[in-house]
């Protein structure tokens, strides 16, 4: 019988870290979400949410398949540690360019591991229609049953809603926050049938640079002091309501030359080469800002923060030196 993975179901934010009665807490890492398709024939499929297939870039999860049992698929995150246990995303990240002989040298150096949190087929038997406590069930059993080993890792999950609030804690190790699912709920390609909620922090940093215009700001390129006196750039903020970008041109002013970034580009996210079309303010405006808890190994803030407000009652000096930061230009 031919089979295909299914679209990924998804999740919906919440605002609320409280694990809602019915439900089972499992921790939301910071990786790739993917899908693993092992096919009794022998060949594997790593497929990322989008589609992407990943199967060549990752080595080690290619020939790992081999301790799955043939018509099996697997949903969950690709993730790298480094050696404090912190997840490192800028070396996933990194993966996904090489192929052949780059890809298995990576494999050596920074070698990733899939966090299974939902089997999708089993040995050619479709669990999708299946509730949720009764594949996960399943897919603890099958990691005891084949004793699987590295590079594969089962995400815990939990219904004692203490235990979730224990593992907020862990944000300190690179987990976002947590994802709730319904214990007696299908798995439903494509759906946003889950919730997540994504552990914030409230933050301050000074406005380098803008997108849009200087009457009409899109988002808002932010950056740091380090301890050298440069300002080091840190991220950038979602896009600005039309209210909120008319606020806060007020505070802006025009660079008149002697910019610390002069010269910089600055990039539009992560896996792209698309650089952003910046116009550089004076670094005097400080702006509060509500960011998760995602960062790059430098330090900087690798999701899009949300503006709160400026602080018209802080300087640039008031603010926290920025560290181990590196240059961007």
Known sequence: MVWTLPEPMLTTPVPGSDLPPGHAAEPKWDGYRAQLARYADGRVLLRSRRGTDMTASFHE???G???????TALDGELVVWDASGRLAFERLNGRLMRRGAGAAQLADEWPAHFVAFDLLRLRDTDL??????RRRAALEELFAEQDLTAPWAL???TTDPDTAREWLDWTVAGLEGLVFKNVNGTYRPGMRGWSKYKVRQTAEAIVGAVTGSLATPRTLLLGRYDHS????YIGRTSSLSARTSAAVAVHLTTDQGGHPWQGWTFSAGWGTRENLDA???KPEAVAEVSVDVARDNAGRWR????LQRIRTDLKPGDLPHFTNASRQN
């Open 229 to 232: 006196g440069r300002l080091q």
């Open 279 to 281: 116009i550089l303010v």
């Open 61 to 63: 999860i290619r020939t």
């Open 65 to 71: 398949a081999a301790q799955l049992p043939g018509d």
């Open 155 to 157: 995400c815990p999950s």
């Open 128 to 133: 999708t229609g299946w509730p949720y406590r």
């Open 303 to 306: 999701h899009p923060v949300k």
